[in-house]
C-alpha cells in the first residue's frame, strides 16, 4: 500500500504551495475523493486539506450579485436567504442533487470537480477507459451506455459530468474565481468543463495547483420564471438521466431571453443555444415548446442503449419550460 502524506493548509497561498507538488489533491468535504480513492482511480501521494480555509462565506455584491465561497456546503448554499430568493434555480439544484448527509459535507467547489459516474471508469475491472488510463480504450461505447452522452461525445469518450449544481450555475451565468501559481483568473462556468475530444482525462479546464476560491453569481435576471428540472430512475437519490435548467425572462407574454442548459447528455452541462434562439419573441405556446424540445437535441447521436434520452430531453426541456414559466 503506497503511503500519503496530509497537511493542512494554513492560508490560499500555502495551499497553491502544496498543491502544486507531483501526487497531491486538495480536500474539501472529500464525498468524491473518498470514493475514487477506494477504488483505487484516484491515487494521491499528498492531502492538502483546504477545509480550515476561509472560503465558505456567502456575501451579496455591489452591483447585486453574489459571491459564494468555495468551501460553502451545499447544504449552506442551497439554504441561504440571497439563492432562495434571486437563485432559486441554483437552490433547486442543489437540493435534487444529493441526500442531506452528503449536501452537508460536499462543497461548492467540490461538486464543480466532481467526477464521471460512468460505471466504466468508476470499477477498475473495466480494462478500457481513456479517461481512467488514456489510450486504452472506452468500453461504454459497446458496452451498456444507457446512462451515457448524447451530445458532445467523442470516440474517446462518451461519459457524462454527474452535477446538477453546474447545470443550473451555467444557466445562471456564473464565474469561477480560480487562484494559482500563476495568479488569480476568473472563468466562466459555461467554459470550465471541457468535452472529451482527445483528452478525456481533463474534465475542466483547472491547471495543476489552481484552487477554486468561488464562484460569483450576477445580478439576478431570471428570479421570477426558473425551474430545475431532474428525470432520474428513481425518486431518492439518483444522478440524473436528463436534467434541464430553465429560465426566462419576460417582456409581456412573449419570451426577452432565455437560458436553457441539460444535464446527464454530455460531458459537460451543455447549453441548448439554438432552443433559446426558438423562444425568443415567442409565447410559450405548445407548438414553440415541441419546438425548443427539438432544437435542445439537434445533432444528438445516441448509443444502443440510450436513445430514450433524446425524446425524454426533449419531453424534459418543453415541461421545465412550461413550469418556469408558469412561476413568479
Not at 270 to 282: D, F, H, K, P, S
Not at 311 to 326: D, H, I, K, N
Request: hydrophobic content about 40%; overall charge neutral.
Amino acid at each position: 500500500m503506497q503511503s500519503i502524506s496530509y497537511e493542512r493548509a494554513s492560508d490560499v497561498n500555502h495551499a497553491i504551495e502544496l498543491g502544486r507538488q507531483p501526487g497531491a489533491k486538495f480536500i474539501g468535504g472529500g464525498t468524491n475523493l473518498l470514493d475514487l480513492y477506494k477504488s483505487g482511480i484516484e491515487k494521491p501521494v499528498r492531502l492538502v486539506d483546504v477545509s480550515r480555509l476561509p472560503l465558505s462565506a456567502i456575501d451579496e455584491l455591489p452591483g447585486g450579485g453574489l459571491r459564494i465561497g468555495a468551501m460553502a456546503s451545499n447544504t449552506a448554499a442551497a439554504n441561504h436567504p440571497l439563492v432562495r430568493q434571486r437563485y432559486r434555480l441554483l437552490s433547486e439544484a442543489l437540493l435534487n442533487g444529493a441526500s442531506t448527509q452528503l449536501r452537508n459535507m460536499a462543497t461548492v467547489g467540490g461538486n464543480l470537480l466532481q467526477r464521471t459516474r460512468c460505471y466504466y471508469f468508476t470499477d477498475p475491472t473495466f480494462a478500457h477507459c481513456n479517461k481512467r488510463d488514456p489510450g486504452s480504450g472506452c468500453d461504454a461505447i459497446d458496452g451498456h451506455n444507457r446512462i451515457h452522452a448524447i451530445l458532445g461525445a467523442s470516440p474517446q469518450c462518451i461519459a457524462t459530468n454527474p452535477s446538477d449544481m453546474s447545470v443550473a450555475l451555467v444557466a445562471l451565468d456564473a464565474i469561477v474565481h480560480l487562484q494559482g501559481p500563476d495568479g488569480a483568473r476568473q472563468v466562466p462556468v459555461a467554459d470550465f468543463h471541457r468535452l472529451p475530444e482527445d483528452q478525456p482525462q481533463f474534465d475542466t479546464v483547472i491547471q495543476p495547483g489552481e484552487l477554486i476560491v468561488a464562484v460569483e453569481l450576477p445580478a439576478p435576471k431570471f428570479s421570477k420564471h426558473s425551474h430545475y428540472l431532474k428525470v432520474r430512475d428513481r425518486a431518492s437519490y439518483a444522478f440524473a438521466l436528463v436534467s434541464v435548467a430553465a429560465a426566462i425572462e419576460f417582456d409581456g407574454d412573449k419570451v426577452r431571453d432565455a437560458r436553457i442548459v441539460l444535464g446527464g447528455v454530455a460531458h459537460k452541462p451543455w447549453r441548448a443555444i439554438e432552443a433559446e434562439n426558438v423562444l425568443r419573441g415567442q409565447a410559450l405556446t405548445d407548438e414553440v415548446l415541441a419546438k425548443a424540445g427539438e432544437a435542445a437535441v439537434a445533432g444528438a447521436r445516441p448509443y444502443q442503449h440510450n436513445a430514450f434520452k433524446v425524446e425524454l430531453a426533449q419531453r424534459a426541456v418543453a415541461r421545465a419550460l412550461q413550469q418556469a414559466g408558469g412561476q413568479s
